[in-house]
């Protein structure tokens, strides 16, 4: 099976996807081919519904792209789920959102779970996410680290350390039972917060990949009376 | 107080635009100046979210230079309420979509009301809309006139007939006391509606622009906690 | 236009009553007439249920009263909105409550608001006009302040301190990106709040003013059918 | 125990109030002591909030003497339950009224529950009711029987007839596994009802007697952190 | 009227037993004949919902031999209701969950109610109480003792004393109205309790043995659209 | 990975059971090596919640083995979850519903999904399991077919019909977006269905597999703070 990862923003170097890549593979099912591809134009990273939109034309033409190249399905490389709803009306095949992916996963394995995200702005798109996919009542609290996206590449011991004691404080004040980790910046982070906090820790790299390969393996995909293609215009 | 329209679409000729916009100036305060102004690249209409995408760019640079241009409010001219969350971000001046504007009408208004769309495909953005406002619980249902916004615009009188047929099954079927008209094509019909059915209808145009003047005059804006400034990246 | 205020307590005094006539048109439209009457019997003031009856009988004459006046909209001067519903069964003008039209300006304008409530006991009222209105999942909180309507009145300066420290903690502690001064003892606090804390205040004598205006000039008031008329009696 | 139900309609003659203590005091504990006191002045029926209005301030008066004349709980006799909020602010003994207790056992006893109310118009009264109770995903819905109150009085037979046929389609089409008789004016026929449908069939009378009676045994009332007593005024 | 208590538990001796039979009795109407029936083979205390598991053979059949006995109802012995959805399917009695009993009566007499519960465990078992029966919105929150269920029996003073100290925090910090005990290891505890913090609080024992006979004397049982007898297989 | 399937009734024979084995490998990874456990003792199919019951003991006794034999992951083979929640207290190691799995993969797939079950009677239960989940806003309707479980195995052809003609009701009265095979009695059939409905058509057997088979790849089980370790006594 080919899944592409398409990276909506511009900061990852040749040999960041590369790293990412290679980690995300070592995730992945033996006969499943990974390949990262990053958009031409967009920005530098997406903390905002504005970076949403600069990201978005360009993420759509490689969603497209991806369908025609035979690809099986397509994850978008962001936590909020950029486009992904644009997205999933252009094609067929499964377009996975890592929020999504790991919002779903959550409400599966606990009672109440905690989104741990970058910034205090985040609340607003994860609680809004929530309501969408309707599991609003499982979602215990967003808790942000105060870290930037690219904060969160440059110092990585910090950031566990910081991820492990905001999720102490979720499950004791807010009643979490599992968390979600709300960036694709805290990439292959879960495992180590896992171990230390003793309940599970979703990574959303690890959610989408492994939700594509299940949609794939079990012929699934969204639904097109929710996605229907765009209309042709009339004149 | 100076009101600009940006209208996020590109089949209204100057001629409709100055149309929509003699109209809407004729339910404006007689010291609002109001503007259209079109993006240069976009949709032909919003149908979809992928067309929601096409229209982002070209209509935030719009909504910035209005800010910067002085003016008062911004209204985007459609009530799927493209890229608003985006827009408001990047200034300070109030950013009205119709959309909402007519939701938070409406729930003031009436028990319940009923949002007439153009196409089927528009219950899912519209359910989604009453979510993420918070005001799903007074959302009776979303009837698709089964029109594209070509159509409706082409077809006034049948457009009217097909509302009002439909309205009177909200109200029967769907417990439907108030109704939104839920696309800027059926600008100019709430009047002629509400006359023959006997309850509230919603003008998305009338909506945003009131709105916009009300938040004008009593010096309201969106929070900034809700829409702050998209951030300054470090490197 | 005309617009009667309906003041349902009896402390407030001819001057008192001039003063916030002359106050609230400083913000209305320069061809609004405002009006105050107050009810000939009623409570003091209205901090309970019980309260919101004893204002009743009188309000509701004055509400018929309005309209048989050619009034064009009326306004309930207090922001527990009593007898609202009952009001708006006798006429066809819309009838507004501070309290329901701040509660919908907030719903849009944020992604969570906060009640500054005078006691702890609005607490009830102000969830379950949450409830009715169906925007719960919007109300961040009520946070009572511990001042008695009487208190407002005659110690503004360090109501609006504490207005100032409660929105602060409502920020901090309940996710609040609007707040709500809920109580027309607060009147005329709103700006001065707003400068300080940097997020939206909406004042419930404005909100009530401006959402009148809105409604008067659209065309548009409550629906018949979720507050048809008294029904006559066969017998 | 001493219960008194307060009338709060002026359409039931002394032989009338006389043949509903009768038959309410059969379904009493053989120590329950009925009383029926109707308001002096108050509306022929209750079928809209202005009659509410109508009825609260004599209604209000006759709680107060009620625990001052010893009695143990108070029953407003209406499923509207109006002023029953600020009638438990007044007292410390219950004030149960029947459209509450026919609520909340219906709530505990199936699935979803329809209410049969009398008019179209009670529709907004009991989903309001539903919300605020917390209740209303338990509501399958509201069926108006189309019959005034004094229409249910005067053709008993007709009224059980449409009773029945009403609760059929609520079974078949809103999925109800219980039924609320939601008027005062079905008082008695629940008994009929139910052994034709062979589902619960609550009779508003007979809960409020009972839940009162319940009250009273188990030495619980309403909270008085919901309902204090209404403030005394500084001034 | 005969009432069947089934102790879904082996911990309690036969002199337990008659102590709590004596103490309910104390409770019941004059007219009701109480008795306690112990499962044959069950768990030692239920604190799980394994424990339910345990529970439900021998209660199940103790519930069908209630019924054919002719015992007027039932009243499982625990508030965690272990299998009570399926004893409602066997039988045409009422079988009353203390759980649910104490949930609803807290539902009518206060704006919100927490739970005081034995472990923190138990949080899971009585949101997803609450969700059922729909009264989520009413639940304020669970707050756990620290005690187990034998601990509660053999420390009664200790278990007053910390159930009012958690009260008091649930009413300052959660909003909550009402108590209720969430155990019937707290059997006989709600008054004490009461007197000391001032606002209604619910013994599991005394609601279940309240709405059972309640049930009783209106003639009501659960739905059996709800609760449907077991079906025959054909082959 | 192994993954073993406990069948909580007694009506497959071994070769059935050997059907089960096989056509469920051919959906797992070739890694996956599938063993069917029935119970020894246990009803002869779940229809109602009292066959729950008689499934349980069994069923934990081999849930427990489960784990002792180094088995990675269990499914329970029945859509309505049985015991599911005990299970996982027992256990470190996924214990995964099909009922659940199901849910949440039509979660994320449509805006709703509608689930077709047996018998009219599984609405409660799928409603409830909805609500327990958080995901009652996306569940659409559920649509009983009205054939037995033992009925769906021996009329393929003629289930499969009904499936289609309902899922198609579904789509059109509901606004369902996908279904959801409400019983392992379907087992086999969502990918005929789909062929002729063209939405997604969840299938709990594939749907419980790949979830755990994603689960144990993730390194992913349910949380310990939802499901501890049932307590051990004191005395």
């Known amino acids: 099976m080919r899944i592409r990862v398409v990276v909506p923003i511009t900061s990852l170097s040749e040999a960041d996807l590369e790293d990412r890549r290679r980690r995300l593979s ?20 997406i903390e905002s519904f504005y970076e949403d939109e600069l990201a978005a ?7 497209k792209k991806a369908e025609e ?19 999933r009306e252009l ?34 798109r994860y609680e809004n996410k929530a309501k969408i996919l309707g599991v609003e009542s499982k979602l215990a609290s967003v808790r942000p680290l105060g870290i930037t996206v690219l904060g969160l590449r440059s110092n990585r011991e910090e950031a566990i350390r910081r991820i492990v004691s ?11 039972h599992a968390i ?14 896992q171990e230390r906090i003793g309940i599970p820790v979703i990574d959303p790299g690890i959610a989408a ?11 699934l995909s969204f639904s097109k009376l929710t996605y229907p293609y765009p209309p042709k215009k009339e004149g």
């Open 26 to 45: 070592r995730e992945a099912l033996p006969t499943t081919e990974i390949e990262f591809v990053p958009v031409k134009k967009g920005p530098i990273t």
């Open 57 to 63: 034309i360009d993420l759509l033409e490689n969603v």
């Open 69 to 87: 190249d035979g690809v099986d399905a397509v994850i978008i490389w962001c936590s909020g789920d950029p486009a992904v709803d644009a997205a």
């Open 91 to 124: 094609v067929k095949i499964p377009v996975v959102g890592p929020g999504e992916a790991s919002f779903i996963l959550a409400t599966l394995l606990a009672h109440k779970f905690t989104v741990i995200s970058p910034l205090g702005r985040d609340v607003v």
């Open 166 to 176: 905001l999720s102490e404080k979720a499950i004791k004040e807010d009643g979490a």
């Open 180 to 193: 979600v980790l709300g960036c694709l910046g805290m990439f292959g982070m879960a495992k180590e917060v």
């Open 209 to 219: 990949l492994k939700i594509a390969e299940l949609l794939v393996q079990a012929g």
